[in-house]
């Protein structure tokens, strides 16, 4: 009868330690950071950030200087360094050049790339939209004296705003943040893909990133890939595919 008590407690020590383990790992990656693209703000992150935390998730979102890709890098880690744990990083559009950096950190255990640039070591962003053209040229875009360049407003809303509302596309085309355009030359150091799972969320009727441009890179990457048929803003038109590839990722990273 001692024998049986003994093998009962144990069983049920060892129950009650396994249960403890995948509840914390269930609640690992907590922490989900968001980055925005290249002329926005971290407001195009609203929606989404309004499902994640109705869910319990902790939410940050930075906001990205865009005077270089090496600013918008230390922008990013300074947040990064900021969590009290384990976490996500996502990154929409040009967002994708800076979290594939960032993302070597070993607090950050997977990607998420949201319509965005998944480049390999050496890659710029403007090489990339060069190898598969879009709607998105440079005769878009007003570029100033100091390097910043706004995209014109006809072209935002016809092309990187496809799928807004006239209402905010027009919104987001006139409070633009400026950006350098040192950011569509800079060449990826490393690939943080390489060595962390990934997910990405194509958008089949961007205009601004060719879709099958960014297939070729999730498929490269070897990321899970979720397609979202709307235009390049996703995180504004698509909010729920969004957090849901989020979720997704967030369950499935340990």
């Not at 709607?135 to 006809?154: A, I, Q, R, S």
Request: proline content about 4%; aromatic content about 6%; some cysteine.
């Amino acid at each position: 009868m001692t024998h049986l008590k003994a093998l009962m407690l144990s069983c049920a020590l060892a129950l009650g330690a396994l249960t403890a383990q995948s509840g914390a790992a269930l609640a690992d990656v907590n922490n989900i950071v968001l980055v925005h693209g290249a002329n926005v703000d971290g407001s195009t992150w609203r929606d989404v950030y309004n499902r994640l935390t109705a869910q319990d998730y902790k939410v940050t979102i930075v906001q990205m200087p865009l005077t270089s890709t090496e600013d918008d890098i230390a922008a990013v880690q300074r947040i990064v360094d900021s969590q009290d744990g384990p976490m996500l990083l996502v990154g929409h559009s040009y967002g994708g050049m800076v979290i594939s950096e960032v993302g070597g950190d070993p607090n950050v255990k997977g990607l998420v790339y949201v319509a965005a640039f998944q480049p390999d070591a050496g890659e710029s962003g403007g090489a990339l939209l060069a190898s598969v053209p879009t709607e998105f040229t440079p005769d878009k875009l007003t570029v100033f004296d100091d390097g910043h360049y706004l995209v014109n407003e006809d072209a935002f809303v016809s092309v990187v705003g496809n799928g807004l509302s006239s209402e905010d596309a027009i919104y987001v085309a006139r409070s633009q943040a400026a950006s350098n355009t040192a950011i569509l030359d800079y060449q990826a150091r490393v690939a943080a893909w390489n060595e962390k799972p990934s997910w990405s969320a194509i958008a089949t009727l961007d205009r601004t990133i060719a879709p099958d441009l960014q297939r070729q890179m999730s498929e490269r990457a070897g990321s899970t890939i979720v397609d979202i048929e709307n235009g390049h803003m996703l995180p504004m038109t698509s909010p729920d595919e969004v957090a849901d590839l989020i979720r997704q990722a967030a369950k499935a990273v340990e």
